[in-house]
Structures are given as structure tokens and as C-alpha cells.
């Protein structure tokens, strides 16, 4: 390891989680500062849906 930070990590605050499920993954991404990927992660790690939206409709994510 070099020490050096990984800037592509997102700390996740109590907030944040609070935030997932309420907006689709990308708007959400983009308020936070992160990337689109981490916030599906992070959302289906705590077995939340996301918002309906065609991405979400097309994976079949919505309504499991």
C-alpha cells in the first residue's frame, strides 16, 4: 500500500442511508458526490428499493 486516500470512497453517514430509495440511484449519486454503482450497492446491501424508474423497471429491481 502507498498511503495514498482512496478519493473514490464514499463515507457513508446515517443521512446518506436515510436518502436511498427516496430518488433514483444516479440523481442521488450526483447530490452526494459519488458514483451511480456505490449508491446501488450501498441501497441493495440494505435491502432497499430504488425509485421507479425505467433503469429500475428494466432490471426488475422494482417490486421484489
Known sequence: KLGIPNACRHKWRPEDD???GTMPDDELARLLGCRTGAVKARRQSLRRQCKPTKSCTASGAWGR
Request: no cysteine; glycine share 0%; charged share 35%.
Open 18 to 20: 436515510e436518502l436511498l
